[in-house]
T-cell receptor
Framework: AAGVIQSPRHLIKEKRETATLKCYPI?????VYWYQQGPGQDPQFLIS???????DKGSIPDRFSAQQFSDYHSELNMSSLELGDSALYFC????????????FGQGTRLTVV | GENVEQHPSTLSVQEGDSAVIKCTYS??????FPWYKQELGKRPQLIID?????GEKKDQRIAVTLNKTAKHFSLHITETQPEDSAVYFC????????????FGSGTQLTVLP
C-alpha cells in the first residue's frame, strides 16, 4: 500500500541557509500535517493544510512557511536556518473527509551545521 | 493550549507481563486520544485511539481507557513481547480528529526476554 512519501530523507545545511522539505500524501488524502521532532523529544505540531488551505497553525517559526499544492503535495520552506532547527520533520496525511487518523511519513532528518 | 503529561518516561517489563502507560490532559475540550508507537529513527505509527464518547477500547493485546472527569487516559499492553519495545506517545486533540495533535513526552518501553 502507498504511504506518505517525504523527500529528501536526509538533509545537511549550514546556518543561515534555506531548506525545502517535500511531502507527498497517500492518494486520496486531502489533509497534510507537519511535525517537528527534536532528539529525544515528542513531535511538535507545526502546521496543517486541508484542501490546499491552511487549517491549523502550531508552533511554526516565522522563518518557516508551508503550502499545499493542487496535487495535494506539500512543501515546508525553512529560511535562516539555526542549529536548533536540527530535527526530524514528519509529514502526515489523513483521508478525504476523515481526519481520524494521521499516517506519518518516514521523516526528513535535517541537520544544521 | 493543550498540555499532555505522560508517565512513566521509561518502563521495563518482563516478556509476558503487562505494561501500563498513563497520560493526563489539560483541555477539557479534547475529544480524540490516539496512541502512537515509534521505533528508533522511524515514523510514529498509530496503534489505537479513543474518542471522548467511549470509556474503553480494545484491540487484541492493546487497550485504552479514558476517564473524562479526571482528564486522563491509559494504554494497557498485555502479554508483552520483545517486539513491543519502542517509544509510545499519547496525544490529544480537541478537533475530534488527528488535527493539531498535542503529544505527550513519550515512554520508552523495554520488554526483557
Amino acid at each position: 500500500a502507498a504511504g506518505v512519501i517525504q523527500s529528501p530523507r536526509h538533509l545537511i545545511k549550514e546556518k543561515r541557509e534555506t531548506a525545502t522539505l517535500k511531502c507527498y500524501p497517500i492518494p486520496r488524502h486531502d489533509t497534510v500535517y507537519w511535525y517537528q521532532q527534536g532528539p529525544g523529544q515528542d513531535p511538535q505540531f507545526l502546521i496543517s493544510f486541508y484542501e490546499k488551505m491552511q487549517s491549523d497553525k502550531g508552533s511554526i517559526p516565522d522563518r518557516f512557511s508551508a503550502q499545499q499544492f493542487s496535487d495535494y503535495h506539500s512543501e515546508l520552506n525553512m529560511s535562516s536556518l539555526e542549529l536548533g532547527d536540527s530535527a526530524l520533520y514528519f509529514c502526515a496525511s489523513s483521508p478525504i473527509g476523515q481526519a481520524t487518523e494521521a499516517f506519518f511519513g518516514q521523516g526528513t532528518r535535517l541537520t544544521v551545521v | 493550549g493543550e498540555n499532555v503529561e505522560q508517565h512513566p518516561s521509561t518502563l521495563s517489563v518482563q516478556e509476558g507481563d503487562s505494561a501500563v502507560i498513563k497520560c493526563t490532559y489539560s483541555d477539557s475540550a479534547s475529544n480524540y486520544f490516539p496512541w502512537y508507537k515509534q521505533e528508533l529513527g522511524k515514523r510514529p505509527q498509530l496503534i489505537i485511539d479513543i474518542r471522548s464518547n467511549v470509556g474503553e477500547k480494545k484491540d487484541q493485546r492493546i487497550a485504552v481507557t479514558l476517564n473524562k472527569t479526571a482528564k486522563h487516559f491509559s494504554l494497557h499492553i498485555t502479554e508483552t513481547q520483545p517486539e513491543d519495545s519502542a517509544v509510545y506517545f499519547c496525544a490529544a486533540s480537541a478537533s475530534g480528529s488527528a488535527r493539531q495533535l498535542t503529544f505527550g513526552s513519550g515512554t520508552q518501553l523495554t520488554v526483557l526476554p
